[in-house]
Structures are given as structure tokens and as C-alpha cells.
């Protein structure tokens, strides 16, 4: 029986309105595009859900981290997609509606790859004999009523109360760094918000409080494994998809949907499932720097794009 504390609820919260406010944006329309246009959807699920996981298993392999860190990256790695995704592809003019349809489709995908990968992971890099282990069914019923159900919830509004979507959906302007004033989604915004709420807490309070007790050596060193890996995702994706001919900013749009992960997930898996403190410290140190380390990916690439270096 997995029982929970203050944190694993906010957690479980916040994950639930992130995928309830990307239901909100899809409709049959996007559905219909990935019909007709199966191959950039395809491609990029396959860098995310096979190809990643793989990446992260060799750097874990010729890394000198210990068991719990290692397994953590793998829980990371099987995470993917999520609202910041999202954000940073609308933020950066990508193709907003492949990263909402890819993030929508993998949190279907993730109730079967998720079990399979970490439970691999737990038994290569800890052992036979641990005492770590991810139920199916309960992991499967997690993920399902936390992800699956409040997406399900946000497309069925979107389609059968337009009006109310509209509302929900309600654009705010916002002036944001070196962008010029954009609207955003209010609701998704207000996600972004409260994932930062989130990574304060695993950031500042107690383990018996849900928090990870992050220290200053845990975060040297995780940091260089933990930005290569974003790094190498994000440049993945990326140029799979200019060698598989896909236009425009779908490339960009690839690579921040393969090399930006659901640290909330991670979080809910590490933290709530498996109860185990150090499994959660790479996604909380990848939560410093990967949404910053993605907007800097996106302008590159819109750079190369500009100046005619890519296709």
C-alpha cells in the first residue's frame, strides 16, 4: 500500500492539472493531423520513448554514480514531455501542436514503458535481491488516474463545451526576458507556477516532509552527467529529424520534446512509488537548468535555421 505524504499529494496535484490544461488543447483537428502526417509524430516518439532511455542507460554504465542516482536517470529518461515542453515550443514559435499531441500520446505510452524500464534498471543497478521494486498494476492505476484521466477530462470539455474551454483557456499578455509581449495561456502558466512551488519544496524541506535533501556534493555531482544527458536529448531529436527530411520548426520542436523531461513524473515515481529520497535528485537537479539550457537549444537552432546552416 503506498501511502503519501503532504508533498506526494501536491505532486500528484500539480501533475494532474498539467495534463488536465494540455486536454484543454487538443481537439479531433490534431488528431486528424497525426493521421494524415503520421512521420514526425512517429519519429519522435520513437527518439523519446526507445532511444532516450537507451542514451541514459550508457551514460549510467560509464558513469562512476552510485546505484540510486543511476536508477533516478533512468526514471528521468522514461519520463518524457510535459506543459514546459509545451511552453518553451509556443514561447519559441515551434510547431506547438505536434509537442501538445506528442506529450498527450506518451502519457499513454508511459503506463507500460515506465514500469518496464525502471524495473530493469532497479534490478541492473542495485540488483536481484532489492528491496526496490515498481508494482505494475499500482504504477499502471497511478499514472492512469493521475495523467490519463485529467487529459481525457480536458479534451472532452474542449470538444463538447467550447465556451467554457475558451475560458479556461484564457490568453494573459506577458512580457518575458528578450521576448517581445506574448499571450499565454493563463492555466498553463499558472502549471509553470506551481511546478516551481513543487521544486521548492523537494529543494528546501525535510525528507520526513517530501523533501530530497539535496546536498551540495549530490549536486556537483549530478550536474555534468545530468546536463549532457539534456544536452545530447535535446541535439538527438534534433538533427534525427533533419536526417529524416522534416521541415519548418518541427526539428526544434522534436528536440525539446525528446531532450526536455516531466520532472514532476520523475518526482511522483521516485518519490511516492518508490519512497527512496536519492532517486529523486536527478530530476530535481535537472529541474535547475533544463528549462533554461531548452530556450537557449531553441534560439541555436533558429539561428542555423536563419542563416541557412540546416535545412
Known sequence: MIEYNIVDILISCVLSLIMFSIGLSLSIKNFKKILIFPKSVISGLTAQMIALPIIAFIFCVCSDLKPEFKVGLIILSVCPGGTTSNFITYLL?????????????????????????????????????????????????????ITIIPTTIGIIINIKLPKLANKLNSQINIKLFIFKKMKFNFIKLFTIILLGIVFTIKLFASESSGGAGLTKNNFIQLLPIGLLF???????????????????????????????????????????????????KPALVYAFFSFLVAILFGLFTKYLKSKKYVL
Open 93 to 145: 514559435n515551434g510547431n506547438t501542436e505536434l509537442s501538445v499531441s506528442m506529450t498527450t500520446i506518451n502519457s499513454f505510452l508511459t503506463l507500460f514503458s515506465i514500469p518496464f524500464f525502471v524495473n530493469i534498471s532497479l534490478i541492473f543497478f542495485i540488483g536481484e535481491g532489492t528491496d526496490f521494486n515498481l508494482p505494475y498494476l499500482e504504477t499502471f492505476l497511478q499514472i492512469f488516474f
Open 230 to 280: 539534456n544536452i545530447t536529448g535535446l541535439f538527438f531529436g534534433y538533427f534525427l529529424s533533419l536526417l529524416l527530411k522534416l521541415k519548418d520548426q518541427t526539428p526544434m520542436t522534436i528536440g525539446i520534446e525528446v531532450g526536455l523531461q516531466n520532472t514532476t513524473l520523475a518526482f511522483l515515481i521516485a518519490g511516492t512509488l518508490l519512497k527512496n529520497t536519492e532517486m529523486q
